[in-house]
């Protein structure tokens, strides 16, 4: 069985589409492109992890 491969994801969209906005002595902050999201935290995931966290934002996008 072949392993998933585990990529960084936004925590908030899901999307791997995320660029190094800082970083330096007091750590590294990113950006996403999908949705803007700004900040220090990255969701290490698989594939099946991805796409959920995209859904429940599509999900919340159009309800809301």
Do not use: F, W
């Amino acid at each position: 069985m072949k392993p998933d491969i585990i990529q960084e994801v936004c925590p908030v969209c899901g999307c791997s589409e995320l660029y190094l906005e800082a970083g330096g002595y007091t750590g590294k902050i990113y950006h996403c492109k999908n949705c803007d999201y700004i900040g220090a935290l990255l969701i290490e995931a698989d594939g099946e992890m991805a796409r959920a966290i995209r859904e429940d934002y599509e999900q919340k996008k159009r309800s809301g």
